[in-house]
């Protein structure tokens, strides 16, 4: 199915946030660079030294909810992490064309569009805030409220009970190819990814899923 037709089709918009709507070059900057260098003066290392480190403990939880948690990182690496964030905050925008696809979709009164992120609690609410992204949600759903990152099922479970979605009639957006498989595990039939989620990356072409490279191509 195309991806104007699955955006005609659904009931239920289900939006990731960090590299679907937002450019995820902010926190590709925050973990691979401002964390690092962080680290490393705290902890008289080199940066190359210190990002091997800290790659190396980012990939041994990769998936888990404890990767997407700012207390979890804080409490391991001595950094108060949420402060980086807001040192930086000026780099959080927008991807091309998700604003305007934000207000299109929120005119709709048929469908209920919901942003459904893996990101922290206290990471949303700062974006929220830089961004105004909460404007055009009927609601704001973090898996650090389910206690599940969106890569289990138990997420989907949790989330079905919460907001009782038809799998049928559910668009779901997201660019990280494990999300997007958990969600058709589930049951989830019409799923998008992002092919260009860091404006500073070109476009990711390998993909089992249908891709667009902005979300605002849905509306073309």
Known sequence: MDPKTALQRSETLMLDMDGTLLDLAFDNYVWKDLVPRRYAAANGM???????????????????????????????????VMQLHH???YRIGY????????????????????????SHPDTLALKDAVTGLGDYFDGLISSHDYGHAKESQSFWHALQEDVAFDVETTLFVDDSQPVLRSAREYGVEMLLTVTRPDTGKPVQRESEFRGVETVADMLT
């Open 87 to 89: 040192d930086v905050n």
């Open 95 to 118: 991807l091309p064309g998700a604003l305007d696809f934000l207000r299109s979709v929120h005119r709709n009164p048929d469908v209920k569009v919901l942003l459904v992120t893996n």
């Open 46 to 80: 080199t940066f190359d030294a210190a990002r091997e480190h800290l790659f190396e403990q980012y990939r041994a939880i990769q998936g888990d909810l404890e990767w997407y948690c700012l207390d979890h990182w804080c409490d391991r690496l001595g950094i108060d």
